[in-house]
C-alpha cells in the first residue's frame, strides 16, 4: 500500500523542499502521512474548482504548485475561504500537498518547461541558487538565433494553454532578440536580474505599469533590456503541470507504487474574459 508518506518522499526527491525560498510554503498543507494513496490528481491552483474536481474523480492527494496556505492562519473555520477548502479535503480524504518555489528552482521545473518552449539554448539560472548544483536556480536566461519578440510571442502561445488574456508585448514588436531571460510568476522583482544577465527581451508574468514602464525607459537608453513579454500567470505555469504530473508518474512507478496520476482540466486563470480596442463583441473563455 502507498501512503502519503511515499507520495511525499517521491515529490521531495523530484523537487527538494531546500530549494524554495524562505518566504514561501511548500510541502503537505493537509493530510495524515499514514493515509492511503491510490489516486495522485495534479493542478496548479489548489481553488475551490479544482478541489471539486479532485473530489469528484475520488482522488485522495491533490498537488499543486501554488500554496493552500501562505500567509500566517489563525482561523480554519468552514465558513472561512481557506478554512472551507481544508475542511472539504479532510472530509473527502484529499492529502493536499504543494512544491512552488523549489519547482521553479530545480532544473527540468517550471522556468525550465518555459525556457524549453521558448527554445532558449544555452540556459542558465536568471538568480543560481546559493547553496544549490550550478544550474539550478530561480528564472532561466538562455539564447535563440535572431528572431523577433513577435515570433517569440507566438512561440510561447503554441506551448501554453492560452488563456483569454493573451501575452502582451512591450517594445517595439518587430525588433529581433538573441538573449531571453525567462520567469514563471510574477516577475516585478526580478528586472534588476534580466539586466544584470544582460537580456534583450524578459518574458514573465503580472508585470504592474511603473515597474514595466521604467524598465522600458531604462532599456531605450542604452539597454541591455528592451522588451517585455506579459503573459498570464496561469498560462506560464500551468504548462509546467503535465510534465510534473509525467515525473510524478514515472518516480511512483519507479519506487514500485501502483498510484493513477491525472492532471487538471480547470483553467484556474481568475480573469475570464477581455475587451480588445477592435474586438465587436466580448471574448468568452
Ligand atoms: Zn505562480
Known amino acids: 500500500m502507498t501512503n502519503v508518506r511515499d507520495v511525499m518522499g517521491v515529490c521531495e526527491q523530484l523537487w527538494p523542499k531546500n530549494l524554495a525560498e ?96 521558448l527554445q532558449l539554448q544555452d540556459v542558465q539560472p536568471l ?23 513577435e515570433d517569440i510571442a507566438v512561440r510561447l502561445a503554441q506551448g501554453v494553454d492560452l488563456s483569454v488574456r493573451g501575452i502582451a508585448i512591450g517594445g517595439d514588436p518587430s525588433a529581433e532578440v538573441t538573449r531571453i531571460a525567462v520567469l514563471g510568476g510574477a516577475g516585478d522583482s526580478m528586472f534588476g536580474a534580466a539586466r544584470k544577465a544582460r537580456a534583450q527581451l524578459y518574458v514573465t508574468s503580472d508585470l504592474r505599469h511603473h515597474p514595466a514602464s521604467e524598465a522600458l525607459d531604462t532599456g531605450a537608453r542604452g539597454g541591455p533590456l528592451e522588451h ?40 484556474s486563470d481568475p480573469w475570464s474574459a477581455v475587451v480588445l480596442p477592435d474586438s465587436e463583441e466580448w471574448q468568452w473563455n
Not at 127 to 149: C, F, I, K, M, N
Not at 234 to 262: F, N
Open 228 to 267: 517585455l513579454i506579459d503573459i498570464s500567470h496561469y498560462s506560464a505555469e500551468s504548462a509546467w503541470i503535465p510534465r510534473a504530473a509525467e515525473q510524478l508518474d514515472e518516480a511512483l512507478r519507479s519506487g514500485g507504487h501502483s498510484v493513477t496520476v491525472t492532471v487538471s482540466d480547470v483553467c
Open 127 to 149: 538568480v543560481q541558487h546559493p547553496e544549490a548544483d550550478e544550474g539550478v536556480g530561480l528564472g532561466r536566461v538562455g539564447t535563440v538565433e535572431p528572431t523577433s519578440v
Open 22 to 117: 524562505d518566504w514561501d510554503s511548500v510541502g503537505l498543507a493537509v493530510g495524515d502521512p499514514e493515509s492511503a494513496v491510490t489516486h495522485v490528481h495534479c493542478a496548479l491552483d489548489p481553488s475551490d474548482d479544482v478541489i471539486a474536481e479532485a473530489v469528484e474523480l475520488g482522488a485522495d492527494f491533490l498537488f499543486t504548485h501554488h500554496p493552500l496556505l501562505l500567509r500566517g492562519v489563525t482561523s480554519v473555520a468552514a465558513d472561512t475561504l481557506k478554512g472551507g477548502a481544508v475542511h472539504t479535503l479532510i472530509q473527502s480524504g484529499i492529502a493536499q500537498f504543494n512544491a512552488h518555489t523549489n519547482a521553479d528552482s530545480v532544473l527540468g521545473g517550471v522556468s525550465d518547461v518555459l525556457a524549453d518552449i
